[in-house]
C-alpha cells in the first residue's frame, strides 16, 4: 500500500526528521489562510495512495505567487481529485528555496536486508546514477563514507554555481535519524525520499514516498 | 546460514584431520579417484590415509577397505569420490557411522536444476539430522598444508604459508593458489566452498579464523545464499584479520519492478561491493591483485600513515606506480633538508640528478652498496613505507642482505619491485621470499601491495 505524501510526512515528522511544514486543506479559504501563514511562495499538490508520480499527471503546483495562483491550482487540483481519487487530499507547502537536491530510499533486499541508498537526487537521479550503499543498521562513519563515494560530493559541499553549500553534519545527522526510523518502522517496506534539499544550516525533506505492509 | 555448534566442531576437527577416507579411491592415473591419495601421500601427511574401494586390497601402498564401515573407528573426515546419487547415499552411511565431516566431490545438485535441487535437499536433510557438516558438493575439497593434509582432488603445487583461501570455484581457486606460488606466497589451507548447501563462507571463515597459521583470507565468490549472514560474521572476522575479497558475476541485470525508485537503481553487485566495504573487506578484480594483496598483508607490517617514499636509480618505473599509488591515499613528502645532503654525499657532487622525494639515483645506484646507504638514510626520515625498485642486471649483485638487515631494523613496510623475469630471477625471487623481502615483478603489483596494506589501516582505523 502506498501512504499519501502528508501520511508519510506526518510519520517522519514525528520521528524528528526535518520535513517541510505540510498542511492538508478542505476548502480554498483555508488554503489561503495557511498560504498567508506560510508566505508566499507555495505549493500546492494532491496527496494520494493511488497515483505515484504526481508531476507526470499535473498534481503538483509549484511557485505560487499570490491568490490568483492559488486559486487557479485549487480549482484545477480539485477537478483532478474528482477525476483520479475522490479521497486524495490537497495540501499546501511552502515553496523550498533553491538548495542541492539529494535523495534517500530505503528497501528491504530479499537477501540483503535493510538497504540504504543516498545520493544525487531531484530529475537527474536516474541519469546520474551518483548514489551509494549500505546495509542498515551502519555507523556514522559509513554515513560519511557514503557522501564521500558520491562523484558530485565535494563540488556541492563547497556550494556548486547559484547553490548554497552544504553542510556535512546535518546530513549525516538526516541519514542517521531515518535509519533510526526505519529500523523501529517493520510496517515501512520502501521509501523514497526525494527532493532532499540541503542548505547551510539545515537539510529537508520536500517528498517522500512511502509503500507499506 | 551457519551450521549448528556440533557441526562447527566437527568442521573444526575436518581441518585438522588425522585420519581421512577416501571413499571411491582408484589407482588409475587417468582418474580423478587418484587424486587426493597421492595428494596425500606426496605431503608429507602424518596421519592415516585410509582408501576405500572394494576393487582393491591395497592402494598405492596403503590398505585399501572394501566399504566405509570397515574404518574402525571411524575417519575425521570421508572424502565421497562417488557420482552424486551413489555420494548422498553414503553421506548417509557415514553419518550413521558417525564420521566426522564429509566431501562430496561430485556435481549434479541444485545447480543442475529441478532434479539436482531435490537431492541436494535430502544431502541437506541428512547433515542436520546427524549434525555431520558436508564440504560442497561440487567441489575439489580441502587441503590444511601445515600438517600435511593436502587432500583436494586436483593437483595443487604450492607449500605451507600464510594465506587461507577459500574458493567457490575449484578452477578460480586453484588459479589463485598457483598465481601466489609464482609469487613464493604458499598456502594454510584452501577450501572448496562448491554449492555451500551445508557449511558456507561464513562458517568456514569461524573454523579457521582462529587458527595462529593464518593471516590472511582471501575469497572467491560468486554468489552467497545468505549476504547479510556473510556480512556479520566477514566483519568479525576482518576486524582481527584481513579478508580479501575476489567477486565475479559483476553484470547482473536489475530486473526488480517496484514502486520506488530505489529498487531499480540497485543492482546486485552495488549491494556486494557496499557490503564488502562496510564489513571491512579488502576488494580486488583479478587472480593476481588477490595474490599480490594477500602476498603484502601476510608479511608486511602496516604503516602508520600514508607517508610514501620511494626509490629508483631509473624513474619511468617509480612514475608509473605514483599514478597508482597518489590517488590512493599515499603522499609523497619531500626529503629534509640533512637526509638530502647525506645523499648528496653518497651519491657524489657531480651526479646530474635533483635529490627529491621520489628519488631518483641515476647512475651511482646502480651499485649495491649505495643504493642501499641511500636507503638507510631514507630509512631514517619520518616516512611511514617505501617502495623500492631494482633493475635486474645479471652482471651486478642484488643489494639483498642489506635490504634484509634494514627490514629488520625497522617496523615500516617496505616493497621491492625486481625488473627481472621470473625464470632468470627465479633464485633471487625465492630467496627475497625466504627472507621476508615483500617483492614483485612489476611496478603496478608493488603498488597494489602498498594500496592494500593502507587500505587495511585505515579500516582497522575506523573500527576505533
Not at chain 2, 562417488?82 to 552411511?93: F, G, Y
Not at chain 2, 614483485?440 to 589501516?457: C, K, Q, S, V
Amino acid at each position: 500500500m502506498i501512504l499519501p505524501e502528508h501520511e508519510a510526512k506526518e510519520l517522519l515528522e514525528k520521528a524528528h526528521i526535518p520535513v517541510v511544514p505540510t498542511r492538508t486543506v478542505d476548502s480554498f479559504e483555508e488554503a489561503e489562510a495557511e498560504a498567508r501563514k506560510m508566505g508566499y511562495p507555495v505549493v500546492m499538490k494532491l496527496s494520494s495512495g493511488r497515483f505515484s508520480h504526481k508531476t507526470d499527471i499535473g498534481a503538483v503546483f509549484l511557485n505560487i505567487q499570490d491568490k490568483p495562483g492559488l486559486q487557479k491550482s485549487y480549482a484545477e487540483l480539485t477537478g483532478l481529485r474528482d477525476k483520479l481519487d475522490r479521497q486524495a487530499a490537497i495540501i499546501v507547502e511552502p515553496m523550498a528555496p533553491e538548495g542541492a537536491e539529494f535523495f534517500i530510499g530505503i528497501q528491504r533486499h530479499e537477501s540483503f536486508g535493510l538497504v540504504m541508498t543516498m545520493g544525487l537526487g531531484g530529475v537527474w537521479l536516474e541519469l546520474f546514477k551518483d548514489v551509494a550503499f549500505r546495509l542498515l543498521p551502519a555507523t556514522r562513519s559509513d554515513f560519511r563514507e557514503m557522501l564521500s563515494e558520491l562523484k558530485g560530493w565535494p563540488k556541492l559541499r563547497a556550494g556548486f554555481r547559484n547553490l548554497p553549500p552544504v553542510d556535512s553534519e546535518n546530513m549525516l545527522q538526516l541519514m542517521e535519524r531515518i535509519a533510526e526510523f526505519i529500523l523501529k518502522r517493520d510496517e515501512i517496506l520502501e521509501m523514497d525520499l526525494n527532493p532532499i534539499m540541503a542548505y547551510p544550516d539545515r537539510a529537508l525533506v520536500v517528498d517522500a514516498r512511502m509503500v507499506t505492509r | 546460514m551457519a551450521i549448528s555448534a556440533t557441526m562447527m566442531k566437527k568442521l573444526k576437527k575436518a581441518f585438522d584431520a588425522r585420519r581421512v577416507a577416501i571413499v571411491g579411491a582408484s589407482r588409475d592415473q587417468q582418474s580423478v579417484g587418484i587424486g587426493p591419495v597421492m595428494n596425500l601421500l606426496t605431503s608429507s601427511f602424518q596421519g592415516e590415509v585410509l582408501p576405500v574401494n572394494p576393487k582393491y586390497e591395497q592402494l598405492l601402498g596403503r590398505k585399501c577397505y572394501p566399504s566405509l564401515e570397515a574404518i574402525d573407528p571411524p575417519p575425521d573426515l570421508a572424502i565421497l569420490l562417488l557420482n552424486q546419487k551413489l555420494a548422498v547415499q553414503m553421506a548417509e552411511k557415514a553419518g550413521q557411522l558417525g564420521v566426522s565431516a564429509v566431501t562430496i566431490i561430485a556435481g549434479g545438485f541444485k545447480e543442475v536444476g529441478s532434479g539436482g535441487k531435490e537431492l541436494e535437499e535430502s544431502l541437506k536433510d541428512l547433515a542436520k539430522r546427524y549434525e555431520m557438516p558436508v564440504i560442497g558438493p561440487n567441489t575439489l575439497g580441502i587441503s590444511s598444508f601445515h600438517h600435511g593434509m593436502h587432500s583436494i582432488f586436483w593437483h595443487l603445487d604450492t607449500f605451507p604459508g600464510p594465506v587461507a583461501l577459500i574458493s567457490q570455484s575449484g578452477g578460480v581457486g586453484t588459479a589463485l593458489g598457483q598465481c601466489l606460488r609464482t609469487m613464493h606466497c604458499g598456502l594454510s589451507h584452501f577450501v572448496g566452498a562448491g554449492n555451500c548447501s551445508v557449511v558456507d563462507f561464513s562458517d568456514y571463515l569461524e573454523a579457521l579464523c582462529d587458527k595462529p597459521e593464518v593471516k590472511v583470507f582471501c575469497v572467491f565468490i560468486e554468489g552467497l545464499q545468505d549476504p547479510r549472514s556473510f556480512y556479520e560474521t566477514a566483519g568479525r572476522v576482518a576486524a582481527r584479520k584481513p579478508i580479501i575479497v575476489y567477486k565475479a558475476g559483476k553484470n547482473e541485470e536489475v530486473s526488480r519492478a517496484t514502486a520506488t525508485h530505489t529498487g531499480s537503481l540497485t543492482g546486485e553487485y552495488d549491494l556486494y561491493r557496499a557490503m564488502f566495504r562496510q564489513a571491512g573487506l579488502i576488494e580486488v578484480d583479478s587472480t593476481r591483485d588477490a595474490s599480490v594483496a594477500a602476498k603484502a598483508l601476510s608479511m608486511l607490517p602496516l604503516p602508520g600513515g600514508n607517508r610514501l617514499c620511494a626509490l629508483t636509480f631509473t624513474a619511468g618505473p617509480s612514475i608509473v606506480a605514483m599514478d597508482k599509488l597518489v590517488g590512493q591515499g599515499w603522499e609523497l613528502p619531500d626529503l629534509s633538508s640533512a637526509t638530502m645532503e647525506k645523499i648528496r654525499f653518497i651519491i657524489g657532487e657531480k651526479t646530474p640528478v635533483e635529490i627529491q622525494n621520489p628519488v631518483d639515483l641515476t647512475g651511482p645506484g646502480f651499485l649495491p652498496h649505495t643504493y642501499s646507504r641511500v636507503m638507510e638514510a631514507l630509512l631514517e626520515e619520518p616516512y611511514d613505507a617505501y617502495f623500492l625498485v631494482w633493475n635486474y642486471n645479471r652482471l651486478i649483485r642484488l643489494p639483498i642482505p642489506e635490504l634484509e638487515e634494514l627490514q629488520k631494523r625497522t617496523t615500516k613496510p617496505m616493497v621491492l619491485v625486481l625488473l627481472a623475469n621470473q625464470q632468470e630471477a627465479e633464485s633471487y625471487l625465492s630467496d627475497c621470499a625466504a627472507r621476508g623481502i615483500c617483492t614483485y615483478l612489476t611496478p603496478e603489483d608493488g603498488a597494489l601491495a602498498l594500496n592494500a596494506l593502507l587500505t587495511r589501516r585505515q579500516l582497522l582505523d575506523r573500527c576505533s
